[in-house]
């Protein structure tokens, strides 16, 4: 399995507050991505990053952000959650471009905003 | 904007037997496609992928078919075991990210 970890694994917080997730990979990849899952929807991608300090938006974006100050980390955060972000968030890593190598993914970060 | 269909939410199949799971895509410019599997409470895992230069590849156990022409992608699986119990994803890559279908269910009858 590709190493990546995502924390926390579970999160319940009320609407408003900052939310933040955290991917952690082992494997050195260059590219890194968050997507959230939803019933109906499938996997939606939120925001990628393809090198430290490059990152760019996806599909789903707006009320999302991202940093990655190193190449171990990609950071998630919801400034100020809403119910509309209750998703399961995963993320996931490949060595080169997304339409030339498979993405690998974490086990996923299970959010729900009250 | 794009999307990968799949053909059945859900697909039933006896242990032992063969599996057939379908997809379609609309954007002719992919060049790329990848099917993933998805056990409850997990991460999607990579399974197998093609790019639009080849018909057919084989995986262990697993084959998946394009069919260019008619916009179609076909993932079989050989001999279905009881693990093979997940949901299954297809995505191709129009734009240059991956677009993900919304997965088909194989569930595995002993």
């Known amino acids: 399995d590709a190493g990546i970890t995502q924390s926390p694994r579970h999160k319940v917080t009320e609407t408003g507050t900052p939310v933040t997730l955290r991917c952690h990979q082992t494997?050195?990849?260059?590219?890194m991505y968050w997507y959230r899952q939803d019933p109906g929807h499938g996997l939606r991608l939120i925001h990628y990053s393809y090198g430290v300090k490059d990152t760019d938006k996806g599909e789903v974006s707006d009320g999302y952000s991202v940093s990655r100050s190193k190449t171990e980390d990609f950071l998630l955060t919801l400034e100020s959650a809403t119910s509309s972000q209750t998703s399961v968030y995963f993320c996931?890593?490949?060595?080169?471009?997304?339409?030339?190598?498979?993405?690998?993914f974490g086990d996923g970060t299970r959010l729900s905003i009250l | 904007g794009e999307s990968v269909g799949l053909h059945l939410p859900t697909l039933s199949v006896q242990e032992g037997d063969n599996s057939i799971i379908n997809c379609a895509y609309s954007n002719s410019a992919s060049d790329y496609f990848i099917w993933y599997k998805q056990e409850s409470g997990k991460g999607p895992q990579f399974i197998i992928d093609?790019?639009?230069?080849?018909d057919k590849r084989q995986g262990q156990r697993v084959t998946v078919l394009l069919n260019k022409t008619v916009k179609h992608l076909s993932l079989q699986i050989a001999a279905t075991q009881p693990g093979d119990s997940a949901v299954y994803f297809c995505a191709d890559s129009p734009t240059g990210k991956l677009i993900f279908g919304q997965g088909t269910t194989l569930q595995v009858k002993p």
């Open positions: 996931a890593i490949s060595e080169s471009l997304p339409d030339t190598q498979p993405q690998h």
């Open positions: 093609i790019r639009s230069n080849m």
């Open positions: 494997e050195n990849h260059r590219y």
